[in-house]
T-cell receptor, first 114, second 118 residues
Framework: DTAVSQTPKYLVTQMGNDKSIKCEQN?????MYWYKQDSKKFLKIMFS???????INETVPNRFSPKSPDKAHLNLHINSLELGDSAVYFC?????????????FGDGTRLSIL | AQSVTQLDSQVPVFEEAPVELRCNYS??????LFWYVQYPNQGLQLLLK??????LVKGINGFEAEFNKSQTSFHLRKPSVHISDTAEYFC????????????????FGTGTRLLVSP
């Protein structure tokens, strides 16, 4: 019944490891996003996909690679994790083009780098 | 480019008191404005949005906001808060693009934590 679901909810790992976060939405939306929320709660867009195509790619290190196998899924793979990657990562979705659309957020993945 | 300023990082208030959370934005083009709420350990939920028309918009949970173009503000208000309103509140802006075409890129403020105590 969950609209936007992310897995895992918590991720604790060591520096240098590679990890993935998965996101799925069942709202029928065709645009999906990844955000990073830092320890001060500041929320910043990382990527956005529309119908599996990358449309927003902010200045994010190449270690971060999003993948959208279909319009209902958007995954985030992170290589060579660093301490500064510790944050909460949110997936969101919205319907179509149009800058007036509300976004629907998942509950976040809390990534902690040891 | 757009930017959003939420000057108050934290607003403590007693239950049943009124509250106003301030939001000012900067943009060289027309914008859409949003307020989102984040409860502990959850994602963001849309409270309300201003797209066009009446400058006073009503949202969920008794919240409302007023768009003031001359002051570039979009302050959020509630006449009587509940304990359950304790949360982080984010103001966000998106430029309108050409006739609302193109993809949305939301710019968020730094958030205001509303702390409601009995």
């Amino acid at each position: 019944d969950t609209a936007v679901s992310q897995t895992p909810k918590y991720l604790v790992t060591q520096m240098g490891n590679d990890k993935s976060i998965k996101c799925e939405q069942n709202l029928g939306h065709d645009t999906m996003y990844w955000y990073k929320q830092d320890s001060k709660k500041f929320l910043k867009i990382m990527f956005s996909y529309n119908n599996k195509e990358l449309i927003i790619n902010e200045t994010v290190p190449n270690r971060f690679s999003p993948k959208s196998p279909d319009k209902a899924h958007l995954n985030l793979h992170i290589n060579s994790l660093e301490l500064g990657d510790s944050a909460v990562y949110f997936c969101a979705s919205s319907q179509g083009q149009g800058r007036n659309q509300p976004q629907h957020f998942g509950d976040g993945t809390r990534l902690s780098i040891l | 480019a757009q930017s959003v300023t939420q000057l108050d990082s934290q607003v403590p208030v007693f239950e049943e008191a009124p509250v106003e959370l301030r939001c000012n934005y900067s943009s060289s083009v027309s914008v859409y404005l949003f307020w989102y709420v984040q409860y502990p350990n959850q994602g963001l939920q849309l409270l309300l949005k201003y797209l066009s028309g009446s400058t006073l918009v009503k949202g969920i949970n008794g919240f409302e906001a007023e768009f003031n173009k001359s002051q570039t503000s979009f302050h959020l208000r509630k006449p009587s808060v509940h304990i359950s309103d304790t949360a982080e509140y984010f103001c966000a802006v998106s430029d309108r693009g050409l006739m609302n075409t193109g993809f949305q890129k939301l710019v968020f403020g730094t958030g205001t934590r509303l702390l409601v105590s009995p």
